[in-house]
């Protein structure tokens, strides 16, 4: 785990940090699809990506969901972060978009860090920070533009996060993730196709229009 801790957070902390981290830390692995954290969890360490990608997911009272944003490698959950420093509930699920790996640190340690460390704390803030702006732009994508245009800026987010311009989704999961129908979804990316800004082929989208 050492390496990998080295070369995903090598260039953000110290040393003696990564050193910390690799002796408490827990390394994890999920599959694509697979639920990492679930909402109303209690959350006691977080997380520290070290491979793959997770997309994070708000839940309305009648089930429905919403992607907030996505994480990556170098990354951590400003929301877990929240959580498990205030010792609540998780109000989010984390999934993984792909095969991923990841660092569980647990929460005491993240106090003591703070203290610590300056990188830990510029990352904290920074993971603050960003994760913030994102949700922002996730707030702006819903109350102004149309919903072909939160359609194409979803693939183009999913393709760039996964690396590839193929991405293997179906309909019914871009409708759960952007909250709306399945038959919405498939209407728009017909619509996406005839402008040349995607190609729909068997089981997976192409993304032209990067």
């Given at each position: 785990m050492l390496e990998e801790l080295k070369e995903a957070y090598g260039f953000i902390f110290e040393e003696e940090l990564i050193q910390e981290i690799n002796e408490v830390g827990v390394l994890k692995f999920a599959r694509e699809g697979e639920i990492i954290m679930d909402i109303s969890?209690?959350?006691t360490s977080m997380p520290l990506l070290l491979e793959g990608a997770i997309k994070i997911?708000?839940?309305?009272?009648d089930g429905n969901e919403l992607l907030l944003y996505f994480l990556e490698r170098g990354d951590t959950c400003a929301i877990t972060l929240s959580c498990c420093l205030g010792q609540t509930k998780s109000e989010?699920?984390?999934v993984a978009e792909r095969d991923t790996s990841f660092?569980?640190?647990p929460v005491v340690k993240i106090e003591d860090w703070t203290a610590k460390y300056k990188s830990w704390r510029n990352f904290v803030?920074?993971?603050y920070q960003s994760r913030l702006s994102e949700m922002l732009e996730t707030i702006d994508t819903i109350a102004f533009l149309n919903m072909d245009q939160r359609l194409l800026r979803y693939l183009q987010d999913k393709a760039k996060i996964n690396q590839s311009e193929e991405l293997q989704v179906t309909h019914q999961q871009i409708a759960y993730d952007l909250n709306t129908s399945r038959v919405v979804i498939s209407r728009l990316l017909k619509r996406l196709e005839m402008e040349g800004k995607i190609l729909l082929?068997?089981?997976?989208i192409v993304v032209h229009d990067l």
């Open positions: 969890d209690y959350i997911l708000r839940e309305d009272k989010v699920r984390a660092v569980m640190v803030f920074e993971s082929q068997r089981n997976h």
